[in-house]
């Protein structure tokens, strides 16, 4: 069923989501200082292509006060900005029963966009 969902998923709007994610990543690459949030918008673009079957993890690998440093900087400057955009898109998912899906794993994606140092998208 998640396959099902992910293909859905796809078609409508989760191609484009992970398009724009990769595109801040390259622009934020473009920076040395943008380096290490540009890298996780590219992983935050790949995990988005498949949220479903896929549940939030704390990350172990970054747990530590560099993580926590970076999170709050990209909470600042992007992060609440796609968080909103999470919350508006699953507002609009919600309208219809059949978006309803959708719309949970748009807001299962906020805890990832405002702290992508410290969480991830695990299978």
């Known amino acids: 069923m998640s396959l099902f969902g992910n293909i859905?998923?796809?078609i409508f709007g989760g191609l484009l989501s992970a398009l724009g994610y990769w595109i801040a990543g390259l622009l934020l690459c473009c920076?040395?200082?943008g380096?290490?949030?540009g890298i996780q918008a590219l992983r935050m673009g790949l995990a988005i292509l498949t949220p479903f079957?896929?549940?939030i993890e704390k990350d172990p690998d970054h747990q530590g006060f560099l993580?926590?440093?970076f999170d709050v900087i990209w909470l600042v400057f992007f992060g609440w900005e796609?968080?909103?955009?999470?919350?508006?898109s699953a507002?609009?998912?919600?309208i219809t029963i059949i978006g309803i899906p959708f719309a949970v794993q748009h807001l299962k994606l906020v805890p990832v966009a405002l702290m992508p140092f410290m969480m991830h998208l695990e299978d």
């Open 91 to 94: 507002l609009v998912c919600a």
């Open 8 to 10: 859905l998923w796809m």
């Open 67 to 69: 993580a926590l440093v």
């Open 35 to 37: 380096i290490p949030f």
């Open 31 to 33: 920076t040395i200082i």
């Open 53 to 55: 079957g896929k549940r």
């Open 82 to 88: 796609v968080a909103l955009a999470h919350i508006a």
